[in-house]
């Protein structure tokens, strides 16, 4: 299992490289399969990171920051059941 800060140096370059591709493959599995979505307001650009692999279904959450320009973000105001894209249950490595 990979460590919270191996998955927060993924997380660094795929902040840094949105819409993607991503650039590192997952820490845990080793797929190139890491997904990063923002939740957040569209208009001040703050809001929660989700990133996780969808290969192995393990991530990360990184709550109150800024949204990169590009970033795919699903929009806080829309309940969430509708919000897209979806996001899976993954499980938050701690």
Same mark, same amino acid.
């Given at each position: 299992? $990979? *460590?919270y800060d191996e998955w927060l140096d993924a997380y660094s370059a795929a902040? @840094? $490289?949105p819409p993607g591709?991503?650039?590192d493959a997952c820490p845990n599995c080793? =797929? =190139?399969s890491l997904r990063l979505v923002f939740t957040g307001d569209l208009d001040?650009?703050?809001g929660y990171a989700h990133f996780w692999c969808d290969n192995c279904l393990n991530g990360i959450g990184i709550?109150? *920051?800024t949204i990169p @320009? @590009? $970033?795919v973000v699903q929009d806080i105001h829309v309940p969430r059941e509708a919000r897209e894209p979806k996001i899976p249950n993954y *499980?938050?490595?701690q």
């Amino acid at each position: 299992m $990979a *460590t919270y800060d191996e998955w927060l140096d993924a997380y660094s370059a795929a902040y @840094d $490289a949105p819409p993607g591709p991503l650039p590192d493959a997952c820490p845990n599995c080793g =797929h =190139h399969s890491l997904r990063l979505v923002f939740t957040g307001d569209l208009d001040r650009l703050i809001g929660y990171a989700h990133f996780w692999c969808d290969n192995c279904l393990n991530g990360i959450g990184i709550s109150r *920051t800024t949204i990169p @320009d @590009d $970033a795919v973000v699903q929009d806080i105001h829309v309940p969430r059941e509708a919000r897209e894209p979806k996001i899976p249950n993954y *499980t938050l490595v701690q």
